[in-house]
Every structure is written in C-alpha cells, then in structure tokens.
T-cell receptor, first 117, second 114 residues
C-alpha cells in the first residue's frame, strides 16, 4: 500500500483564488512528520511547510497552511491567494519515527498545479 | 553559503559506461541522501548516509554505489549504466535524522542513458 497518496495528478486554479492540494498518508506510528515541497519547472525542490503528528495547531507559513486531520490521516496543503509563480509540482512527504521507512522521507507522486491568469 | 551543489547538471551516457555524480554541502549537515525522480513516480531514495563513515540502502539501491567521502561530500556511482537509470538525480542533506528534518536539495542532475 502506498504510504503517501496524492490523488490529484493535475489541478487548475484561477489567480488570486485559494486552492487545496490533497494528501493522505498511511502509518501505524504515533510519532511522524509531514512535509510539503514545491518543485517549479526549473527543477529545484523547495521546502514549504512542516506538521508534526503531535502539533495541536495546523502549521502556517505565509500563504501556505496545512489542514491536518489526524483521524482521517490527511495533510492537505492550502495555498491562499494563488499567484502565477505558484504553478509547479507539489509533493507531500512523510517521515515516521519507527516505521519501515527507517526514518527516511517518503514522497507522494505529486500534484501539478497550474495557476491561470 | 552555496547550500547543496551537484555536478554535473546534465550527462548523457551509453549503456555500460560508468560515471560518478558528485554532491557537496556546506551547511555542516550530518545526513545526506541520494534520490531519483522519474515521471509520475515522485522521489525515491537510493542511498543515504546518516553520518560520516556510514551509508545505507534506500528503496531503490540496485545498480548504484555511494561513498561518503567526508562530512561535506557524498557521491553516487553508476558502475555500468542502463537505460532504466535514465532519471533526474537529487542529492539532499539535513542536520540529522530527527523527526523534524527539513531536507535541503541540490539542483539535480539530469542523466540520460542511451
């Protein structure tokens, strides 16, 4: 079974609107971390936001927020007020403390976001 | 600080040729990683090094070897390249392997094996 599932291969959003990118995860660990990375067309991987499994509040970083629903095992990324520069691939990733991934990051397959002017 | 640097940026090999991808970081990080990225597959871990002098296999290690030369440098070697190794390769580093560990990525190496 996939550890990280991103069900939206591609999405479109109108400039200045908000968009939610879905991510569900599978782990039996109680202690884990969730990450979102952005990969623009230039290819580099840019860290956006982190959520720990014990964090009571949803993480926020500027226009990025993470909608963390632990019981549903979902960690959706919300981008507010989309900009043209947000067009990119977005990857959700997880690190488990004790799981079979040996503490390494496990990445989803990504969602390609396109922002329309 | 340059962060994580990788050389070369692009490479074309013929089947059976060998090459080494170089990676260096100047952030004094203990842990370093090599990933490959294929279309529709996300990033998959090839090898990692938790600290200087140690290396371990990741999800897809077959056909690769690594060397943690020192704390700064972590190289990936393809001894006999195959077309299936055509991919984009990323090196990354992190302070350590704690739960919250932002990984910093290099710019990637685009490798084509003919």
């Amino acid at each position: 079974a996939q550890k990280i599932t991103q069900t939206q291969p591609g999405m479109f959003v109108q400039e200045k609107e908000a968009v939610t990118l879905d991510c569900t995860y599978d782990t039996s660990d109680q202690s884990y971390g969730l990450f979102w990375y952005k990969q623009p067309s230039s290819g580099e991987m840019i860290f956006l936001i982190y959520q720990g499994s014990y964090d009571e509040q949803n993480a926020t970083e500027g226009r990025y927020s993470l909608n963390f629903q632990k019981a549903r095992k979902s960690a959706n990324l919300v981008i507010s007020a989309s900009q043209l520069g947000d067009s990119a691939m977005y990857f959700c990733a997880m690190r488990e403390r004790y799981g079979g991934s040996q503490g390494n990051l496990i990445f989803g397959k990504g969602t390609k976001l396109s922002v329309k002017p | 600080n340059a962060g994580v640097t990788q050389t070369p940026k692009f490479q074309v090999l013929k089947t059976g040729q060998s090459m080494t991808l170089q990676c260096a970081q100047d952030m004094n990080h203990n842990s370093m990683y090599w990933y490959r990225q294929d279309p529709g597959m996300g990033l998959r871990l090839i090898y990692y090094s938790a600290s200087e002098g140690t290396t371990d296999k990741g999800e897809v290690p077959n056909g690769y070897n690594v060397s943690r030369l020192n704390k700064r440098e972590f190289s990936l070697r393809l001894e006999s390249a195959a077309p299936s190794q055509t991919s984009v390769y990323f090196c990354a580093s992190s302070v350590d392997r704690g739960l919250y560990n932002e990984q910093f990525f290099g710019p990637g190496t685009r490798l084509t094996v003919l």
